[in-house]
């Protein structure tokens, strides 16, 4: 069975970077454009892991990461923030959120790769 990962990114061009990336290491996607949107969806799919832009329209990716890890039957889904906000302190603040790991854009696919592997092995 394959593994199924959420990406939840409000740039097109991100997103299928990510796709053509992830699906040809054989996962299943979904995918949401607003932080709202990546609540909703997660609740609905439960997919295995999540990556979470943090700068998206509705609520950002801090608060969708809080609502997903508040909620008992979503708090194990591991989150991985992707995200522009790459200066000192924000690796802290995306995990102060409730963030598992986090990959700073722009990435590597070699290394969103071995972030994702290091959650879904």
Partial sequence: MSRRIMIVEDTADNRQIMRDLLSTAGYDLVEAIDG????R?????RPDLILMDIQ???IDGYEATRRIKADATLAHIPIIAVTSYALSGDEAKARAAGCDG?????????QLLAKVREFLP
């Fill in 102 to 110: 986090y990959v700073a854009k722009p990435f590597s696919p070699r």
């Fill in 36 to 39: 709202e949107a990546g609540v």
């Fill in 56 to 58: 998206l329209p509705v």
């Fill in 41 to 45: 969806l997660a609740a609905t799919e």
